[in-house]
Each structure stands twice: as C-alpha cells, then as structure tokens.
C-alpha cells in the first residue's frame, strides 16, 4: 500500500529559492531556477564532445556504469557478481550497484548514466559544475547503504567518493579560524569514500584511541555523519554528527567551502544531521577523538516464554531491571521482543570487565531461573576483550572468528571485515521499515505497565527491537550538550531507545538470475510492521523517527525527522542550494520537487 502524502503548495513556498538573502550570501549562485532536469535523449543533453570535456576534467575518470545483470553485461561480470552478492566491500566497488537492491513499491537499484570517480576534491568540483550547467540529477554515493535510496537514481550524475578514502590522525587539531576560541583536541580527518572501519583500524586498532561512528563497519562515514550518526556505544560518547569539529564540503555554487563552529556555521550545523545529500557534497570530515575504555565487551541471551502471562511478566521484568541497572552510558544496543512469546538480549557495553558484566545480570537471571515458564534458549554469555581490539581483524580472526566475515578477495585490506550479524543485509531488499523514539518518562515506574502492554501488543506482530544505544537519555551531560547543538531530531535526547521494526527479503538487482521478489508478501510484512508501530505509538504519540532507518512513505517527514529543527534547515538550503541542485528523497527542501527530483514543483 502506498501512503505518499499529496504534496500542498503551501509546503513547498518557503523551500523555493526566493532570491534575496540567499543570493546575497552566494554570489556564485544560479541565476534563475531550474525547472527541470534533463534525461538522456532530451534536447540540451550533453553532447559526446560535453562529457568528454569533463573526462579530461576529472583526469579520465569518468565512467558509464553498467549494473552486473543488465542485459549487455557480461557472462563473466554477472558470474563475478552473484559469487560477491553477499559481500558489501564488493558491491560498495561497483558503481552501478547500491547496498540496498531496493524497497517493495518505492524504488529498485539502477545505475546512473554517469558516474565521476572522484579521487579528489577538484573532481568533486567539477562534477558539481557540469551537472548545474547542464540541469542534470545530481547523485552523491560513498558507502551506498541508504534504505531509503539517496545514493541511487536513473539518468543521473553521480559523484562516487569511494576512492577518497584517506584517514589521517591529528594530535591537537584546531578548527580554521577557531585559534583562540577553541582548545586543541585529539581528532581524526576522514576523507568522503573511507567506511567505519577504516576509521576504527586508524583510530584504535593502531591509535589506541576511541572515534563514534556507526556499528555496521562498511557504512560510509561522509553518510552517517550527516545523517546523525548512532554506533553501538553512543550512549556514552553521542553522536556521530554532536563530534564533528569541521568539514571541508563543495556547495552547488561550485565553491569549496570550510565549516566549522565559526567559519559556514549554519551549514556546519546542518550537515551535523540534516541528511546526506542535501546540502553539498562532503569531501572531508574531521571527528574528535576519545581516550579508550579498558574494556568493551558484550552480552547475549534468549528467552521464551509458555504463556502470554509468562510472557507480560516476562517483559515487565526486562523492563524494569533495564531502568534500574542498565540505563546508564555504560550498556548499549539491542532488546528484541517477537513471535508473541520471545525475548532476545544482543547489547554491548564499554568500561566494565566481564565479571562486573555477569554481576549486573545475575538478579534479572535470578528472575528468569525461579520460574517455570519461561525457559532460556540461548544461554546467558557475556565477552569482553580490552578495548584496543574491538576492531581488530586480526586478534577477531584468532579469537572470535565466528563473529566476523572478512572480504575475502585477493589484495583486499586485512582489516575489512563485517559483523556476521550485519550479513543478512548484504543486497536485501526491503518490505517495511518503520523506527520511533520512545520517551524516558515511560520508564518510570507509574508509566511501565503502559509501556509493557505495548511492547507485549507489538511482539503480537512483526515484533521489535529497542536500540538503547540510539536514544540518548541517560547519556552523560557533556554528550547531551554537543548532540543538542545538531540538527538531529531533538526528541533522540529525551528517548530512552529508537525502536525499530523491519523485514527484507533476499537481494533482487533488476535483471538478477533468480531474484524473484514477491509484491504480496512484502504487503502482508508491511502490514504487520505498521501494526507492531502503532502499538509503540500509542504510548509514544508524536514520535520521531531517525532519518535513515525510517519509513521511505512517511507522512510529515519534515516533522518526523527533526521537528522543530526543520525550518532551520529550511533556511540553511536555501541560502547554500537556493536552485535545489542537491535532491534526495524526503530530503530538506525535496517537498519543491517531484518524487523522482527531476521536475520542480509548481506553485499555486
């Protein structure tokens, strides 16, 4: 079922470039806005001398990227795809590829007509420059794992950063123009290609020091900065986006542009989670960095329950004992409650030993093991390791190998590797995602019998997960206060977890031998994700949801995104892209523009 909202012209009257103010700021700007954006075969169409013209630009590196299982690719190419579909280093190497094959009724995966392999932030420039001349669709992609298909869209342009991947450490970084205004601070400058996990072997595997990033190793760092940014621990040390001290980022106007607290401040806040894509290209990011913990360590345990009493009372204790021992920057991750009868614990947690682990545990084990009805499945472990391996390929490799897959392929870096929990999302394609930050006032005891019924309610269904490490109450003051001064939703500072519910099937790349989608089945999950939601929502009225891991059909995405901090954003695109050269879906400002970004809106 589809649920696009019918987009008002009232919506999209303060998003179109009004002149004024905005031009004011950029000079460079275009002129006159762009009402369409031109296809292939489409009068004003670059012509071959066009595009050769921005291959010598680019130093030749300007591609036609051809998806694996088109019908003019090859039986080699086809053949080498299938064997590393399921292996994300692979296909984040294609260009014509996404990590993501799609979603059921919103879009599939296809490739750009173009692509520039950007090695550098000159050919960022030019790309930029070219596609504004030429009113072309305009694609960014470095890691490619959008859901919600960003990184991806036909007849366009796309500027490919994989290849700028650089990672550099600093010892006492100071922002441009900040001498004097703010101290010196251990950080890490990413350039817009590198994934987590080259940050994370930079940083601490051979730095001994901590960065929050993601917890999927082969998401891009350029993407989830912008986006916010939540990795498995950031209950401790906040967002990615709330440790961002500058970044270096080409605007449509075709200017490099530095932004940091003081120098492009408005466009410094909105790329600190307003959404990738909107606002320029991000060529270069530099992050702060942390002293490590001793330990990082982690916890796993299931549980079934015989009865849906058993189960209430089941949940109700998980409830509580997570308000009384667990919600602290210590412990983040995972709770997962479905089937109508399971409970499943995946959480990590930072500055403990295994042994202080096990005694945090022991009285909600106590609960479960004085009970006949509910029975422990997968038996209670708790790991640690010292801090400096948590990451570590190679230590992983001796000591944990069943948690990792490694890519594989000759002459790959030794350090890549995936979590095997994240393997079931190579390629997959999405029936329904749906996520919701639910209040810390829930967990207050007055408040959790309402907060049981609903989590009981939604297991009836599709099921759900809590991420505590993805609402930040609880966290540490000084995490509080840098998140605050981001674009992110502010309700992710008073919600105690992000709830999600979502379900995929196997990969289905149009042309793909095999993939054999089933539109009725993604119906049906669909259906039940949004029954499971609205459970939650029902104890969580108005609640927000995190950009990228969120529903590609929500209504009042402005809202649901980041709420009061919309019309902020508002103004920041219309000062920095005041033509909308950047489009994503549900994007900051993609309300003056059809679904596909290709033609404005008119007012009315």
């Known amino acids: 079922m589809k649920r696009r909202d019918l987009l008002k012209a009232a919506l999209t009257l303060p998003l179109l470039p009004l002149a004024g103010r905005a031009a004011q700021a950029l000079p460079n700007a275009a002129s006159g806005a762009v009402r369409?954006?031109?296809?292939?075969?489409?009068?004003?169409?670059?012509?071959?001398?066009?595009?050769?013209?921005?291959?010598?630009?680019?130093?030749?590196?300007l591609l036609r990227p051809v998806s694996p299982f088109?019908?003019?690719?090859?039986?080699?190419?086809?053949?080498?795809?299938?064997?590393?579909?399921?292996?994300?280093?692979?296909?984040?190497?294609?260009?014509?590829?996404?990590?993501?094959?799609?979603?059921?009724?919103?879009?599939?995966?296809?490739?750009?007509?173009?692509?520039?392999?950007?090695?550098?932030?000159?050919?960022?420039?030019?790309?930029?420059?070219?596609?504004?001349?030429?009113?072309?669709?305009?694609?960014?992609?470095?890691?490619?794992?959008?859901?919600?298909?960003?990184?991806?869209?036909?007849?366009?342009?796309?500027?490919?950063?994989?290849?700028?991947?650089?990672?550099?450490?600093?010892?006492?970084?100071?922002?441009?123009?900040c001498a004097g205004h703010l101290a010196p601070q251990a950080a890490v400058s990413v350039q817009a290609g590198a994934m987590w996990i080259d940050a994370y072997n930079a940083v601490t595997t051979q730095g001994g020091r901590y960065v929050q990033g993601g917890g999927c190793t082969t998401v891009g760092v350029a993407g989830l900065v912008q986006s916010g940014g939540f990795g498995s621990l950031s209950k401790r040390w906040g967002t990615a986006a709330s440790n961002l001290l500058e970044a270096e980022v080409v605007t449509a106007d075709g200017r490099v542009r530095i932004a940091n607290a003081r120098t492009n401040p408005e466009l410094f806040w909105g790329?600190?989670?307003?959404?990738?894509g909107s606002l320029g290209v991000v060529t270069?990011?530099?992050?702060?960095?942390?002293?490590?913990?001793?330990?990082?360590?982690?916890?796993?345990?299931?549980?079934?329950?015989?009865?849906?009493?058993?189960?209430?009372?089941?949940?109700?204790?998980?409830?509580?004992?997570?308000?009384?021992?667990?919600?602290?920057?210590?412990?983040?991750?995972?709770?997962?409650?479905?089937?109508?009868?399971?409970?499943?614990?995946?959480?990590?947690?930072?500055?403990?030993?295994r042994q202080q682990a096990e005694q945090t545990w022991a009285p909600f084990l106590g609960w479960v093991q004085?009970?006949?009805?509910?029975?422990?499945?997968?038996?209670?472990?708790?790991?640690?390791?010292?801090?400096?391996?948590?990451?570590?390929?190679?230590?992983?490799?001796?000591?944990?190998?069943?948690?990792?897959?490694?890519?594989?392929?000759?002459?790959?870096?030794?350090?890549?590797?995936l979590w095997a929990g994240d393997h079931d999302q190579a390629g997959w394609f999405i029936h329904g995602y749906q996520s919701a930050w639910l209040p810390a006032t829930l967990l207050q005891p007055g408040q959790q019998a309402r907060l049981v019924d609903a989590l009981f309610n939604a297991a009836q269904h599709r099921g759900v997960s809590l991420h505590f490490n993805k609402g930040l109450a609880g966290a540490p003051a000084d995490a509080l206060a840098r998140v605050r001064d981001t674009a992110t939703h502010p309700q992710v500072l008073d919600a105690f977890a992000l709830a999600i519910?979502?379900?995929?099937?196997?990969?289905?790349?149009?042309?793909?031998?095999?993939?054999?989608?089933?539109?009725?089945?993604?119906?049906?999950?669909?259906?039940?994700?949004?029954?499971?939601?609205?459970?939650?929502?029902?104890?969580?009225?108005?609640?927000?949801?995190?950009?990228?891991?969120?529903?590609?059909?929500?209504?009042?995405?402005?809202?649901?995104?980041?709420?009061?901090?919309y019309p902020r954003l508002a103004k920041a695109k219309r000062m920095y892209d005041p033509d909308g050269l950047f489009f994503v879906h549900h994007g900051v400002g993609s309300e003056g523009w059809s679904e596909d970004g290709f033609t404005r809106i008119a007012s009315r």
């Not at 369409?36 to 030749?60: F, M």
């Not at 090695?119 to 009113?135: E, Q, S």
């Not at 004085?370 to 000591?399: G, S």
Request: glycine content about 10%.
């Open 36 to 61: 369409s954006r031109l296809r292939p075969g489409q009068p004003g169409w670059p012509a071959p001398a066009e595009w050769d013209a921005l291959r010598l630009a680019v130093g030749g590196r």
């Open 70 to 177: 088109a019908h003019e690719a090859s039986a080699d190419a086809r053949g080498r795809a299938l064997k590393q579909l399921s292996n994300p280093f692979a296909v984040g190497d294609d260009p014509a590829l996404t990590q993501t094959s799609g979603w059921a009724g919103a879009w599939t995966s296809q490739p750009s007509a173009y692509a520039v392999a950007a090695k550098c932030t000159a050919d960022v420039v030019a790309a930029i420059n070219f596609a504004r001349k030429h009113h072309l669709r305009l694609v960014v992609k470095g890691g490619g794992h959008s859901y919600q298909g960003t990184s991806d869209a036909p007849d366009s342009l796309l500027v490919w950063t994989r290849h700028m991947n650089r990672v550099d450490l600093h010892d006492a970084f100071v922002p441009q123009g």
């Open 271 to 276: 790329l600190k989670g307003g959404g990738g």
């Open 284 to 353: 270069r990011l530099t992050l702060r960095t942390f002293e490590l913990p001793e330990f990082f360590g982690g916890v796993n345990l299931t549980i079934k329950a015989d009865s849906d009493a058993a189960y209430r009372a089941l949940i109700a204790e998980a409830v509580d004992f997570y308000q009384r021992a667990l919600f602290n920057p210590h412990w983040g991750e995972q709770m997962k409650f479905y089937g109508g009868d399971t409970f499943e614990v995946s959480m990590m947690f930072q500055g403990l030993t």
């Open 370 to 417: 004085a009970r006949k009805d509910c029975r422990i499945t997968r038996p209670f472990q708790a790991l640690a390791a010292p801090a400096r391996h948590l990451w570590d390929a190679e230590f992983l490799r001796k000591y944990l190998p069943s948690a990792i897959v490694s890519d594989a392929r000759p002459g790959a870096p030794r350090h890549h590797f």
């Open 501 to 565: 519910s979502a379900a995929g099937g196997d990969p289905a790349y149009p042309g793909m031998p095999g993939a054999k989608p089933d539109p009725a089945m993604a119906r049906h999950t669909a259906a039940a994700i949004e029954r499971t939601m609205d459970a939650l929502r029902a104890v969580a009225p108005g609640a927000g949801s995190y950009v990228s891991e969120s529903d590609y059909f929500l209504r009042d995405w402005q809202q649901g995104f980041w709420g009061e901090n």
